[in-house]
């Protein structure tokens, strides 16, 4: 990525109210953020910027052993297939499919996601023990997001 890239990626930004930009190549990463740092500040600082060599891009360091590992977990994600808004309930007046505590099957439906105006049942996949609710009702989940801790059976 050359200098032309990153002005035409500010020109983006400034046309599309776009506050903050993050991209990540295999060896390349950078991150703008637009804001007001004063008078005689540019309006656009880079924070993070690391360009590759001109010859050859340099590597970054492998992740050490000493790096402390996540606690093993027995529990199961029910993760979001999609992109969408995360629906508890078949409708606003309708109970919540599942509950913490409740037992779920690999067909039973445990919540809704809506994208695109379509609304997508969302099967547990998987057969347990509902232990938490990871998303709040009608809030939005990306792909692979965590929506619920299952202790399997």
């Known amino acids: 990525m050359d200098l032309k890239d990153i002005k035409a990626i500010i020109d983006l930004m400034k046309k599309n109210s776009i506050s903050e930009f993050e991209l990540e190549r295999q060896e390349f990463k950078i991150k703008l953020k637009r804001g007001a740092l004063g008078d005689d500040a540019p309006m656009y600082a880079p924070s993070v910027m690391s360009f590759p060599a001109a010859v050859a891009p340099t590597a970054l360091p492998a992740p050490t052993a000493a790096a402390v590992p996540p606690p093993v977990s027995n529990e199961l994600d029910i993760k979001s297939p999609m992109i969408g808004t995360f629906y508890r309930s078949p409708s606003p007046e309708a109970g919540s499919y599942v509950e913490v505590g409740s037992e779920v099957s690999p067909d039973m439906v445990v919540c809704i996601i809506e994208a695109m105006k379509v609304m997508n049942e969302i099967k547990a996949e998987v057969r347990g023990v509902v232990t938490q609710?990871?998303?709040?009702?009608?809030?939005?989940?990306?792909?692979?997001?965590?929506?619920?801790?299952?202790?399997?059976?």
């Not at 792909?143 to 619920?148: A, E, I, L, S, V």
């Open 133 to 153: 609710i990871l998303v709040d009702n009608a809030k939005p989940v990306e792909f692979g997001q965590p929506m619920f801790k299952v202790k399997p059976l």
